[in-house]
């Protein structure tokens, strides 16, 4: 069982920046590839960004490539979202999830662990 809890989420501009944070507990957080996800309102959620266990591989959505940088500390057992040129298209709840298999998946359904969300809302 892995728990997981998201913070930084805020209000800003458009153009901002905003960086989120995922502090994991239980079992060992390297173990895991980890993943960005976000929900807006009556929409889907949709895959952010995703990290290998080793922090070697990531993959982005087209939507943010370019903005949106994931990374990992697996001794401090914290996963992050540096998230730069923010825009009203990024307004969603965001959520960290923790995936126990070896490769990195853009699919929610693989991951098996989740937090609670945090609220990032972009005004123009």
């Known amino acids: 069982q892995v728990q997981l809890l998201e913070s930084g989420g805020g209000l800003v501009q458009a153009g901002d920046s905003l960086r989120l944070s995922c502090a994991a507990s239980?079992?060992?957080?390297?173990?895991?590839?980890m993943g960005w996800f976000r929900q807006a309102p009556g929409k889907e959620r949709e895959f952010v960004a995703a990290?290998?266990?080793?922090?070697?591989?990531?993959a982005y959505a087209d939507s943010v490539k370019g903005r949106f940088t994931i990374s990992r500390d697996n001794a401090k057992n914290t996963l992050s979202l540096q998230m730069n040129s923010l825009k009203p298209e990024d307004t969603a709840v965001y959520y960290c999830a923790a995936d126990r298999r070896s490769i990195i998946s853009i699919q929610s359904r693989y991951y098996d662990y989740w937090g609670q969300g945090t609220q990032v809302t972009v005004s123009s």
């Open positions: 239980g079992r060992t957080f390297n173990n895991y590839v």
């Open positions: 990290i290998s266990w080793c922090g070697g591989r990531t």
